[in-house]
């Protein structure tokens, strides 16, 4: 049932940890989503431990994108989640990051020696054709959106379950559903062939169960370098 009052529903209110077992999750930020100070909610998120944490906030100039990224690498690296970049590849470089999303558009200009550089490349797709030339262009995991009707989208129909079944029949790498993704359709995009489900509403606007100072784990900053430069989950 969905409550007007705050704009979530119960399964929202829980957290994605009251996702269907066997759906993995990727936490996609955006600051203006959150409802408590930024940095606190990406403790929190990395303490859930989801499948990664893409740094969305691409509308930031590339300095002030390249310092937030950096926090939120620290923060994920204490919890051991994967640390995923997004847009600005040269920052992603700087940072030392592993594993960078960006959309087609930028992944179109990058050179094969830059994609060197990450171990993980990303793509967010609309369509079967941009699917199959992200996939062509060397994309690892594809983010396939919108699936469902959401308010980052207002006014645009979403492409529906069918669409991500075809970019999922059609994909050799994994896909993750995005867009207007909560716990109650989730296991629907997992049917649908999805690998997972991506989400940034919910985990930006929740206030998660799991306990935000629990202990980290004791990673030095050699430790932390070692492991955004290890990374390759999927």
Do not use: W
């Amino acid at each position: 049932m969905y409550h007007k009052e705050d704009g979530l529903s119960d399964h929202r209110k829980r957290g994605y940890q009251e996702y269907p077992a066997g759906v993995g999750v990727i936490c996609m930020t955006n600051r203006h989503l959150a409802r408590q100070d930024y940095y606190e909610q990406i403790h929190r998120i990395a303490a859930s431990r989801p499948l990664a944490v893409i740094v969305r906030e691409k509308d930031l100039p590339e300095p002030e994108y390249e310092a937030l990224a950096e926090r939120v690498m620290r923060i994920c690296g204490a919890y051991q989640v994967p640390c995923i970049l997004h847009t600005y590849v040269r920052a992603a470089v700087r940072l030392g990051a592993g594993a960078i999303h960006l959309p087609l558009p930028v992944l179109r200009t990058m050179t094969e020696a830059k994609k060197k550089h990450f171990r993980t490349i990303g793509v967010s797709i609309h369509s079967l054709r941009e699917a199959e030339e992200a996939q062509s262009a060397g994309a690892a995991y594809l983010t396939a959106s919108h699936i469902y009707a959401t308010d980052c989208k207002k006014g645009l129909a979403p492409a529906g379950i069918s669409f991500l079944e075809e970019v999922c029949r059609f994909a050799a790498v994994p896909v993750y559903a995005l867009g207007g993704i909560h716990a109650g359709n989730a296991l629907a995009c997992v049917k649908a062939g999805a690998a997972g489900v991506c989400i940034m509403s919910e985990c930006m606007r929740n206030e998660f169960t799991a306990d935000k100072d629990q202990p980290a784990r004791d990673m030095d900053e050699n430790h932390n370098r070692e492991f955004f430069d290890g990374i390759h989950f999927f």
